[in-house]
């Protein structure tokens, strides 16, 4: 099954049981792929293709986060929880997370292989970190880990 159809069957649940925060969840997440086809049409794409598809979800995801981070900061907590909900949704969806030894062990690899050792190199490890943990890690969890390496 693919994520878009696993997207509208979901959706279908969601309506039956009357879930309206999963249902207006599930359905943004489905607008979102379908923009992303329509955008790609010119190029002769029709559908995404799975890493695309984790792209939207994790975008998705990421501002889920931003969200949540700017209505504790604000005092909302009853828009954070919203949002909170929403991202645990979303997570259904994307790969496990990786715990933060798995992130480690990828960082460590990758400066072995770049032998960075400085701060101000750090882009050079990041870059290959992204995309081999695309979608299964935080950015920001990843990058801490890697200034903290790199630093000490």
Request: charged content about 35%.
């Amino acid at each position: 099954m693919t994520l878009k159809d696993r997207i509208s069957e979901d959706i279908k649940t969601a309506m039956k049981a009357k879930d309206k925060i999963r249902l207006e969840t599930v359905r943004s997440i489905k607008k979102l792929i379908l923009e992303k086809e329509v955008s790609l049409r010119p190029s002769g794409q029709d559908t995404l293709t799975e890493t695309q598809e984790m792209e939207v979800l994790s975008q998705l995801a990421k501002q889920r986060r931003d969200s949540i981070e700017q209505y504790r900061k604000a005092k909302r907590d009853d828009l954070a929880d919203l949002e909170a909900q929403e991202l645990a949704i979303l997570e259904e969806y994307l790969p496990e997370q990786l715990s933060d030894e798995e992130i480690i062990t990828v960082v460590d690899e990758i400066i072995a292989q770049t032998g960075v050792v400085s701060v101000k190199q750090m882009g050079k490890v990041m870059g290959p970190v992204m995309e081999k943990l695309k979608g299964r890690a935080d950015g920001q969890k990843i990058q801490a880990i890697v200034k903290a390496k790199l630093s000490g």
